[in-house]
């Protein structure tokens, strides 16, 4: 099994363009998120999703949306990249309230 | 307000010495708890959950929780220079899986 996984491994984005972030996992979990990591801060949650079709927001949604259209997919999407997206961004999968999380995607927004 | 705080260190130990991380949270019905190492530049990895209140041991590392007091810990036995990370402590907030909420998490560095 390969995870989860994320591509790209780094962006550089300029002010106003926008991009999506991949996320696969091939373990079959319902459960999926997305989250972003300042320097020196813990986790934030963007979104958040309990099966194909279905998402919720997290505690820092604006900026983002999310899509589910299969159990495998979590992409994020960023429309209008400011430079406060400048983060690290984790996508994670969970069973049984455990969550495993991809390598990251570091975004750098100028 | 939901909180969980943790000590950001650094916290510095001898190798072979025993290494002690507290986290502390806020909501009284969370359920779940985990702590997550993360090496400079990785991603979190799951290392201990604990959701009954006692200890709960996994080789060198020991889990204890005390819902009363609202307060998880981390001992990590024989501390090795490859512990050296960050621990992140997660709390499942108010029972439902999409809600794990993260502090910002204790450097430990272990000298040799």
């Known amino acids: 099994n390969a995870g989860v996984t994320q591509t790209p491994k780094f962006r550089i984005l300029k002010i106003g363009q926008s991009m999506t972030l991949q996320c696969a996992q091939d373990m079959n979990h319902n459960y999926m998120y997305w989250y972003r990591q300042d320097p020196g801060m813990g986790l934030k949650l963007i979104y958040y999703?309990?099966?194909?079709?279905?998402?919720d927001k997290g505690e820092v949604p604006n900026g983002y949306n999310v899509s589910r259209s299969t159990t495998e997919d979590f992409p994020l999407r960023l429309e209008l990249a400011a430079p406060s997206q400048t983060s690290v961004y984790f996508c994670a999968s969970s069973y049984n309230n455990e969550q495993f999380f991809g390598p990251g995607t570091r975004l750098t927004v100028l | 307000q939901k909180e969980v705080e943790q000590n950001s260190g650094p916290l510095s130990v001898p190798e072979g010495a025993i290494a002690s991380l507290n986290c502390t949270y806020s909501d009284r019905v969370s359920q779940s708890f985990f702590w997550y190492r993360q090496y400079s530049g990785k991603s979190p990895e799951l290392i201990m959950s604990i959701y009954s209140n006692g200890d709960k041991e996994d080789g060198r590392f020991t889990a204890q929780l005390n819902k009363a007091s609202q307060y998880v810990s981390l001992l990590i036995r024989d501390s090795q220079p490859s512990d050296s990370a960050t621990y992140l402590c997660a709390v499942n907030w108010g029972g439902s899986q999409g809600n794990l909420i993260f502090g910002k998490g204790t450097k430990l560095s272990v000298k040799p």
């Open positions: 999703s309990v099966g194909a079709g279905i998402t």
